[in-house]
């Protein structure tokens, strides 16, 4: 029997949805028989950012906080895993990669545990301001290599069989099993009453307090939670680089992950990955048209500010609209 | 007497913020638009004051031309740009003033370079005042907080006694009333974003002098100026200035005492702040 | 003073902004399955009351009690979650969300386990059962599946009393639910509450005195923040300092 609570628009957009999914999967898995290397890395750094950009989503996307300083968790996993890292052996995947996640986790939940009261203007103030306190730590001691940063000299091992992650293609590989990973995750998150809160409270958070939420703990539990899948990508950036510096947490990394999602339109999962896709694309055919690329970038942010209000997956949408008005239209003319 | 001399520095470092972040907070409470790119801002005083005075060989012709460029720019800017932002999702300001500082930067880039300069001290000024037999002060940095503290008074004065002062107070409670008592919000919002950038674009030229003039400036001074707005409290011109000269000292006597944890002394300071008082020292919670 | 069974009971509480004394000294007691309706002119102090039981903001002095505990300065999700369910004076309700979902949320945060994160929203029966029945009740079940930015005015406002029963309240704090509706919209939100208060409590601010002598058991009357009289509709309507105070505040009380 139907249930007639349930709308029937959201289970067949949830069926489209799927497909979608399974379609970009397949795209991406079938991609290197047909790509050389340097389009191999490309996509490889591309589906890293885009789990970057996921991780952002969920906390502006579905949470409604909007964070500045979201590349000091991205960076603090990324240094875990070269300070964890052996000197000349591989580092094994299964002890590292939690120490990073952890490393990202707990800075994470004491940067919002310091900032729990500030919303809005404030709360993007002060997220800049703390990721720039951990960038000034990497970059001023010594710990780990100051300014210049440091070498993950080998890249971590998976200890499964005959996968050598040192393979490009095999690295891929793992980073498009993560990233299907980390949207399904993502997926099955936001439909569930965790995340029907997290939207609740995004669309009006006084709300949500008078009907019973404790929505502080809510909002904590989301900023660890993408500040730890922030981390994942984090941890894969420094694997796939071989070298991490303060530049991995500078905030000009914070605001290109933001711009990812305003491209990509914010709220959608795949807007996350279309945003990271669209920017790195953007950013390597402008950078090869000149050297001062960022000019032509830095104009195309505000010019997609000013026009394209809802993003690159806006744009598509009222394109579709139109075409369906012009179409329905059409039918009324004999 | 060591003591003395860092504690002139601590209060003209925190000055020369002052002037920063009080265009930052201004912008913030009357227009509601948080700008990133108001470091950029201070970043092109500072290049305008060394491209400026090797073209008209004194930086005392530069300042009044630099002064009179910044307010056009910033009326430019708002007109065409940063008004377009007041009823828009704080988010999408971010967005365009980060777009804003690449612009800035690279235009930097393309015009002068990416190099390292100086700017020389105006000669009037290239002097030492003696303190004891060995340890001196130097007279611009004097010079740079007298200014400062001028200007600040002129600040207040303006704000607090004026009539234009008391249009961009009423704009910022209620800018609908303002607007039924037919003042104009739109040229009070212009006039004060363009104050703004002219203010930020001075505390550069007069900078540039003591401090070198380079590529990442801006970014430094904006983050600075965010911290000083949280501590403040947003919106508030006395909290904007006791955290500056709070910055001003932990800054100073951070890098002597602690070098290695300098940079993180100002956030740690915040954090502080942040836990005792959510809302800045000054702020409305 | 205090009888046993009261099911909310305010001591002296009192809230100052700045100067300005908006509740002033305010003691209350609230029966089970009663309408207590507290009515007053404009400026009395009836939404800041509303805002101090609901946790929304703290009282300056006095106390708040809820079935014998203490729950002054209590934030208010937790004073939502012990049995209170308030409305807003505007509308406010999910825009984007469906009829359901708005219920079916308000009825999740009855069990606000932070570590639910696998199975989705819908697959938890009693949620949906106590979203049903609410719906049911405010006559919105042939409305679930639409989303509610497309609901009437007087729809929406019923919807924000369905969701505050998803909740499972033990006491309404009802701001003035009929605020902008038409005669008709009016009668069927005042026959829900009547509905309600078969078992529930409501404490009810309204403006419409037809609607407050039709429903309340009993009628506190504020001015300028403090309790001016308290009793029975019959007692209310008798009272020569009510009409005084109503006709000095030039509001006139048709149904006196």
Not at chain 2, 127 to 137: K, V
Not at chain 3, 122 to 150: C, I, K, Q, T
């Amino acid at each position: 029997m139907a249930d007639p609570e349930r709308p029937r628009r959201s289970t067949a957009s949830h069926r489209v949805v799927t497909w979608w999914l399974v379609l970009g999967i397949l795209a991406l898995a079938i991609f290197p028989a047909i790509a050389e290397k340097f389009y191999l890395q490309l996509i490889t750094k591309i589906m890293i950012l885009s789990i970057f950009a996921l991780s952002l989503d969920l906390l502006v996307g579905y949470a409604g906080l909007v964070s500045l300083g979201h590349a000091a968790f991205f960076g603090v996993a990324a240094y875990a895993l070269a300070l964890a890292a052996p000197a000349s052996d591989a580092p094994n995947l299964w002890l590292t990669l939690p120490l990073a996640l952890a490393a990202s986790a707990v800075i994470a939940l004491v940067i919002r545990a310091l900032v729990i009261r500030t919303a809005g203007v404030y709360f993007i103030m002060v997220t800049l301001a703390f990721a720039q306190m951990v960038y000034y730590f990497f970059h001023d001691t010594r710990l780990a290599g100051g300014s210049d940063g440091i070498y993950v000299n080998t890249r971590p091992s998976l200890e499964i069989g005959s996968i050598d992650l040192a393979q490009d293609l095999h690295f891929y590989y793992l980073v498009l099993a993560v990233l299907a990973g980390v949207f399904i995750f993502l997926g099955i998150i936001l439909r569930s009453p965790f995340g029907r809160a997290l939207q609740g409270i995004k669309a009006n958070e006084q709300r949500m307090r008078a009907l019973g939420f404790p929505t502080l703990r809510y909002k904590l539990a989301a900023f660890v939670l993408a500040g730890t899948l922030a981390g994942l990508a984090g941890y894969l950036a420094a694997a796939k680089e071989g070298y991490v510096n303060p530049e991995l947490l500078a905030w000009h990394q914070s605001g290109m992950v933001l711009m990812m999602l305003i491209l990509g339109g914010m709220g959608t999962l795949f807007g996350a990955v279309i945003g990271a896709f669209s920017y790195v694309l953007l950013q390597e055919w402008f950078s090869n048209l000149t050297k001062h690329w960022q000019l032509l970038m830095g104009s195309f942010i505000v010019l997609a500010v000013l026009v394209l209000p809802r993003g690159l997956a806006g744009l598509g949408q009222s394109i579709a609209l139109r075409r369906r008005s012009s179409a329905s239209s059409d039918d009324v003319e004999p | 007497m060591e003591w003395l001399i860092q504690i002139l520095n601590s209060v003209q470092y925190g000055l020369l913020l002052f002037l920063v972040a009080s265009g930052l907070t201004l912008i913030f409470g009357i227009m509601g638009v948080i700008n990133l790119a108001h470091g950029s801002f201070y970043m092109i005083g500072a290049y305008l004051a060394f491209s400026l005075a090797e073209l008209t060989g004194s930086l005392w012709t530069a300042l009044p031309l630099g002064i009179v460029l910044a307010f056009a720019l910033g009326l430019v800017l708002e007109i065409l740009l940063i008004s377009r932002l007041y009823r828009r999702d704080h988010l999408y300001q971010v967005l365009l003033t980060f777009g804003l500082i690449l612009v800035f930067e690279e235009m930097r880039s393309i015009l002068v370079g990416d190099d390292v300069h100086g700017v020389a001290i105006p000669a009037l000024l290239d002097a030492s005042l003696p303190l004891t037999e060995n340890l001196s002060y130097p007279v611009y940095r004097l010079f740079i907080s007298a200014v400062c503290l001028v200007l600040a008074a002129l600040m207040y004065f303006t704000i607090q006694k004026t009539r234009l002062g008391m249009m961009v107070r009423a704009g910022a409670s209620n800018a609908e009333m303002t607007q039924a008592l037919g003042i104009n919000i739109r040229w009070i919002h212009a006039l004060v974003f363009a104050a703004g950038v002219a203010l930020a674009v001075f505390a550069g030229m007069i900078a540039a002098p003591v401090s070198s003039v380079f590529p990442g400036m801006g970014n430094q001074v904006l983050i600075i100026c965010f911290v000083i707005v949280v501590i403040g409290g947003i919106g508030s011109l006395k909290g904007a200035l006791i955290a500056s000269l709070l910055i001003g000292f932990v800054d100073t006597f951070g890098k002597v005492l602690l070098p290695e944890l300098a940079g993180v002394a100002v956030y740690l300071l915040m954090a502080i702040v942040l836990l005792f008082r959510p809302a800045g020292l000054y702020g409305r919670p | 003073m205090s009888s046993p069974e009261a099911l909310l009971l305010t001591t002296g509480l009192s809230r100052s902004f700045g100067g300005l004394v908006a509740v002033d000294s305010v003691s209350l007691q609230l029966e089970p399955a009663t309408i207590h309706a507290v009515i007053g002119p404009n400026g009395a102090g009836k939404s800041t009351l509303v805002n101090l039981l609901a946790g929304e903001i703290k009282p300056s002095s006095g106390s708040i009690r809820l079935r014998g505990e203490d729950i002054t300065g209590w934030k208010p999700d937790r004073i939502a979650r012990r049995g209170v369910a308030r409305t807003f004076q505007h509308t406010n309700v999910f825009p984007d969300f469906t009829v359901f979902e708005n219920c079916r949320l308000a009825a999740q945060s009855r069990n606000v386990h932070l570590m639910r994160w696998l199975k989705p929203a819908e697959s938890y029966r009693e949620w949906n059962d106590a979203a049903r029945s609410a719906m049911a009740m405010a006559d919105l079940g042939g409305r679930a599946g639409v989303p509610a930015h497309s609901l009437s005015h007087g729809e929406r406002r019923a919807l924000e009393i369905a969701m505050s029963l998803a909740t499972a309240p033990a006491l309404f704090l009802l701001d003035e639910p009929l605020a902008g509706m038409g005669a008709e919209e009016s009668t069927r939100i005042v026959a829900l509450l009547k509905r309600l208060s078969a078992d529930h409590s409501i404490l009810l601010i309204e403006h419409d005195m037809d609607a407050v002598f039709a429903l309340a058991d009993r009628l506190t009357v504020m001015v300028n923040g403090a309790v001016l009289a308290s009793g029975s509709p019959g007692a209310i309507r008798a009272n020569a300092e009510v009409q005084a105070a109503y006709l000095g505040a030039d509001v006139p009380m048709t149904a006196l």
